[in-house]
C-alpha cells in the first residue's frame, strides 16, 4: 500500500503542560517496500506507528494509505481499514494468555476469508510443535513468531512492527528479520519497522531518523543489504 504523511503534529497533554511528540513529519513510501524508523527513546517513534495504524488520532496533518485518507475516516471505517489492511507486531508480544499458541493465530484468522494457511503458517515460523503451548511455556522468540504469524495470517498490506527485536537475543533477532524479509518479498507486504538498533536499517529501503518529534535524516536504499548478513 503507498503510504503518504503530510505534517502530521501530535501532542498530549492539556494546554498548560503540552508535550509535543511529533511535529511536522512528513514521508512517503512505495508499496511493498521497508521502512525502519530510528530514534532514541522518547522521540516519537511508536506514536508515528499508531498514527499510521490509526490507533491515535493525529492533531493536525494529513495520513494516506492506499489512497484512503484516514486522518478523515469514521471510527467505523477505521476499523475496517485496520481489520482489512493492517498487522501490528509489539516489542512484547501482546499475545493473549489463556489461548494456545494455535488459538491466538485462529482468532485473527476469522477476521478475514482471504486468510493465509494456518498450516503453512505454523510451519515457516517454526510453531507446529508448539502449536498447543500456552504463551508462558515459550521462550521470547517463539513468543515472538507467534505474535508475527497472528499478524501475518490475515495477509495484511501493511505490517506495523514495534520494536519486534527489542527483547530477543541477537540470533532470534536475526531469524524475526529473516522472516520479516522473506515476508516482504514473498506477499509484496509494506513494512515499517521502529527499531533503535541501527544495524536493521540496512535490510531497509527507506530510513527514518526521528529526533524530538521531527524527521531529522531520510535515507533511500535501491538495494538494502539482506537480513542474514546483518552483525546484530
Ligand atoms: N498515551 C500517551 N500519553 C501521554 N504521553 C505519551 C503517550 N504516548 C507517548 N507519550 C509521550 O510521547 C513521547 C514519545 O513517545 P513514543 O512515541 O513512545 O517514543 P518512542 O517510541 O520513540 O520511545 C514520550 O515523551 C512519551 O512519554
Ligand atoms: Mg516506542
Same mark, same amino acid.
Given at each position: 500500500?503507498?503510504?503518504? %504523511? ?9 494546554? !498548560? ?12 513510501? !512505495? *508499496?511493498?517496500?521497508?521502512?525502519? %524508523? ?26 494516506? %494509505? ?8 469514521? *471510527? ?23 489461548? &494456545?499458541?494455535? *488459538? ?8 478475514? *476469508? ?21 504463551? #508462558? ?29 527489542? #527483547?530477543?537475543?541477537?540470533?532470534? #533477532? ?14 509484496? &507486504? &509494506? ?30 536504499? !535501491? ?10
Amino acid at each position: 500500500m503507498y503510504i503518504k %504523511i503530510t505534517d502530521i503534529s501530535k501532542s498530549y497533554g492539556t494546554k !498548560e503542560n503540552r508535550n509535543q511528540v511529533l511535529s511536522r513529519v512528513s514521508m512517503e513510501l !512505495e *508499496e511493498g517496500k521497508i521502512c525502519v %524508523i530510528l530514534g532514541a527513546s522518547g522521540s516519537g517513534k511508536s506514536t508515528l506507528l499508531h498514527l499510521i495504524g490509526a490507533l491515535e488520532t493525529a492533531d493536525s496533518g494529513q495520513i494516506q %494509505i492506499g489512497g484512503q485518507e484516514i486522518t478523515k475516516m469514521p *471510527e467505523e471505517k477505521l476499523s475496517d481499514y485496520r481489520r482489512d489492511f493492517l498487522g501490528f507486531v509489539f516489542q512484547f508480544y501482546n499475545l493473549v494468555q489463556d489461548l &494456545t499458541v494455535q *488459538e491466538n493465530i485462529e482468532v485473527c484468522r476469522y477476521l478475514t *476469508e482471504d486468510s493465509l494457511d494456518l498450516e503453512e503458517l505454523l510451519r515457516v515460523l517454526g510453531l507446529s510443535k508448539h502449536r498447543d503451548k500456552f504463551p #508462558a511455556q515459550l521462550s521470547g522468540g517463539q513468543q515472538q513468531r507467534c505474535s508475527l504469524a497472528r499478524a501475518l495470517v490475515k495477509n495484511p498490506k501493511l505490517l506495523l512492527c514495534d520494536e519486534p527485536t527489542g #527483547a530477543l537475543d541477537s540470533k532470534t #533477532a536475526g531469524e524475526l528479520l529473516i522472516l520479516l524479509e522473506q515476508i516482504n518479498q514473498q506477499y509484496k &507486504t &509494506t513494512i515499517f519497522i521502529v527499531t533503535h538498533n541501527e544495524e536493521i536499517r540496512k535490510m531497509a529501503h527507506k530510513i527514518i531518523y526521528l529526533k524530538d518529534g521531527m524527521i531529522s535524516k531520510t535515507e533511500t536504499c !535501491e538495494h538494502p543489504a539482506s537480513a542474514a548478513s546483518l552483525c546484530l
